[in-house]
């Protein structure tokens, strides 16, 4: 991966040429999208603990994803969870389309309370790679780590990156590397998970002897083990970075919750996710140094867990300036009312050529698009 990164204008400027350069070999494309589906939890009722059918992607929003690429000609095709993809790549059927650009979008989520192992989210990409595809976004260790909290902010803090400290509970064992000191303030999040999952208003905490019981609790009704991290008080920012390869990081935005949209000390639960209307997104403004810190600490993430493509850091900017990596996201959403959306809709794309445009930078970063 390149270590330049791109001001506005040039990054701007780069989606735009990557989107036009997809659009033109759209004869050449076949896009494969690998969805959860809630039909699965028939199988599986343990997925009810970490509200799996509820994040599955929508009808709605799959035809839309679908459309963005048949709409200038590519061939789409929509998989059901990972078996049916694997069957049609197993039978040969995806590799005699007469297509160049074979692309398999990462749609797989979650769902490890008691439903999946750890790491699920990390097939698709290893399979695509046996079989000679593009994987959007990032490889099968990218996934692996980037989708294990505890473990991903512990790497990103011995290789010095500013991070808030970190711990974890895990059910039936207890506390791995000791617990939080008394008096500090914490939230109580999920390992594996996304969505704001194990997250509530009682999640947000100061450490005294009641700490273990609070975790255990919410590491039971979430089917996992938690990850306990100290809580920065302050404004929410998602911070979008592409790689392609230059790295381009689009206008950050800032997550409003309109339960509260001035208390720098709210959270964002399991519930706001689930609420139409209770989270909204705005450009984010600060000083220009908080701007090119934050820019700089999501490139860095970037560039030390060797992310591709499409990625998004959240950060909470300190009452002094100071941003902290709260969360990484290896496959932010692609939802038209989302945070990376947004960010995008900052540089004037529309829905179409956003979904385009993170293709596209997939295949830009593997040297695929030629602009």
């Known amino acids: ?38 039909s699965l939890i028939a199988e599986r009722p343990a997925l009810a603990l970490t509200f799996y059918e509820e994040r599955c992607e929508t009808e709605a929003q799959l ?54 192992r750890p790491g699920r989210k990390a097939l698709i990409p290893l399979v695509a790679d046996s079989y000679d595809l593009v994987c959007a976004n990032s490889d099968g260790y990218a996934c692996a780590i980037g989708m294990h909290k505890f473990h991903c902010f512990r790497l990103l803090e011995a290789l010095g990156l500013g991070v808030p400290p970190v ?10 590397d000791g617990c939080p000191p008394e008096g500090m303030k914490v939230i109580v999040k999920s390992t594996y998970e996304a969505w704001s999952v194990g997250v509530t ?15 255990s609790l919410i590491a039971e009704g979430i089917g996992q083990p938690v990850t306990v991290q100290e809580f920065i008080p302050g404004p929410e920012v998602g911070v979008t970075v592409l790689s392609c390869p230059e790295v381009v990081v689009p206008p950050p935005m800032e997550s409003i919750l309109t339960k509260a949209p001035e208390d720098p000390n709210a959270v964002m639960t399991v519930a706001d996710n689930m609420t139409e209307g209770a989270v909204d997104f705005r450009r984010f403004e600060a000083e220009p140094g908080v701007m090119r810190q ?31 990596l709260t969360d990484v996201s290896v496959s932010p959403g692609l939802e038209p009312d989302g945070s990376a959306a947004g960010s995008f809709a ?10 385009r445009a993170v293709v596209a930078s997939t295949l830009g970063a593997r040297g695929l698009l030629k602009a």
Request: some cysteine.
């Open 201 to 215: 208003e009682e999640s947000v905490f100061r450490v005294d002897n009641s700490c273990e019981e609070r975790a």
């Open 63 to 116: 035809e839309r994803l679908s459309e963005a690429f048949r709409s200038v000609g590519a061939y789409v095709e929509l998989f059901e969870n990972e078996p049916p993809f694997l069957k049609a790549l197993a039978e040969g059927r995806l590799l005699d389309l007469g297509r160049d650009l074979l692309v398999a979008y990462n749609g797989m989520g979650w769902g490890v309370g008691g439903g999946f």
């Open 346 to 355: 900052e540089y004037g794309f529309d829905h179409g050529e956003f979904i």
């Open 294 to 324: 934050l820019r700089a600490s999501a490139s860095k993430v970037l560039e030390l867990l060797q992310l591709e493509g499409f990625t998004r850091m959240d950060f909470r900017v300190d009452d002094s300036g100071v941003p902290w």
């Open 1 to 38: 991966m390149s270590s330049s990164i791109l001001d506005d204008r040039g990054g701007e400027l780069r989606l735009r040429v990557l989107e036009k350069a997809l659009v033109d070999r759209a004869g050449d494309l076949a896009v494969f999208l690998v969805f959860d589906r809630p």
């Open 167 to 176: 711990w974890q509970y895990r059910p039936g064992t207890g506390w791995v």
